[in-house]
């Protein structure tokens, strides 16, 4: 029976895949060198990624939709920690927009020293449990996650991928940054994608008209993205991801939570949560009862 250590490699702390991740590409991005127009969305996983993925391109290209239809998304927005970057990164067009699951103290020094912009998404802590236990189903590469119960406790514990949820917020969070980060929440983009998309123009100062946004917000609607086959991951063979075990975009939803949480299980995540984050002084954007 595989261990954890078939699936994992521990780098700093953190558990990272070995499907996806290498001594060689963690070396590639430390010494990844940044452009000051470099664009990175910050996620701890099951945050709104994918999404970011298909958001980015077109709020810097001015809403052309040709390579969201003709580049699959990890190669459109490639991960910063992954082996794929090496393979990609000379053939990225500028602005380069990136994502990473990594802590602020992760980033490569050419980070600090320039001038790239930063996107962090933040999501309801319970949602991304809930959406992290149907991808441990589906991704091969991942441990199982045995019980809802016994993958809510490794959550808690940071023995998942990237560590406590906690942890990674708190480090972005803290990060002296001043006007190179925007904090938005997937909450908000469901609630109001359009708007959110507004935000995220004007950060980046792209200046999209208000047609633009909203062809982009309806070509990043979950219902658009999961029929497009260059971002919905039906493209990676089922020995990795088996999409019938469960659908990789799943629902894209907030609040699914509600329909697995137990009384005992919300009361337990929510005071591991606040113990956690004690004496903090930014608000969380959504109540945890």
């Not at 099951?46 to 809403?63: A, F, R, Y």
């Not at 998404?121 to 236990?133: E, F, G, L, Q």
């Not at 088996?242 to 699914?256: Q, V």
């Not at 004496?279 to 945890?288: A, N, Q, T, V």
């Amino acid at each position: 029976m595989p261990s954890s250590e078939d699936f994992y490699l521990e780098y700093q702390g953190l558990l990272l895949p070995r499907e996806t991740h290498c001594t060689e590409s963690l070396k590639f991005a430390q010494e990844f060198i940044f452009n000051d127009d470099d664009v990175v969305a910050v996620t701890y996983p099951k945050s709104g990624t994918t999404w970011m993925q298909e958001i980015l391109p077109l709020v810097l290209n001015g809403g052309d939709l040709t390579p969201v239809h003709t580049v699959v998304n990890w190669d459109r927005v490639p991960w910063l920690e992954e082996t794929r970057l090496a393979k990609i990164v000379d053939k990225l067009p500028s602005p380069r927009a990136l994502v990473t699951h990594f802590h602020y103290s992760l980033m490569p020094p050419s980070f600090h020293t320039s001038k790239a912009r930063v996107i962090y998404v933040m999501r309801n802590p319970k949602d991304v449990m809930v959406s992290s236990y149907y991808f441990h189903q589906m991704a091969n590469f991942l441990e199982d996650p045995g019980t809802f119960d016994e993958f809510m406790e490794k959550f808690l514990e940071g023995r998942v991928l990237f560590g406590k949820w906690t942890d990674h917020v708190k480090s972005w969070r803290h990060a002296e940054l001043g006007d190179r980060i925007l904090f938005i929440t997937y909450e908000e983009m469901v609630q109001d994608l359009s708007a959110s998309i507004k935000r995220m123009s004007d950060f980046l100062c792209c200046d999209l008209s208000k047609d633009v946004i909203q062809k982009i917000a309806e070509h990043c609607s979950f219902r658009s993205m999961k029929a497009n086959i260059m971002s919905n991951f039906s493209l990676v063979p089922k020995e990795y991801m088996d999409n019938e075990k469960s659908p990789f975009l799943r629902k894209g939803i907030a609040g699914d939570w509600k329909n697995h949480f137990s009384s005992d299980q919300l009361a337990r995540f929510k005071s591991v949560i606040n113990r956690e984050l004690e004496g903090e002084k930014f608000p969380l954007p959504w109540s945890l009862d």
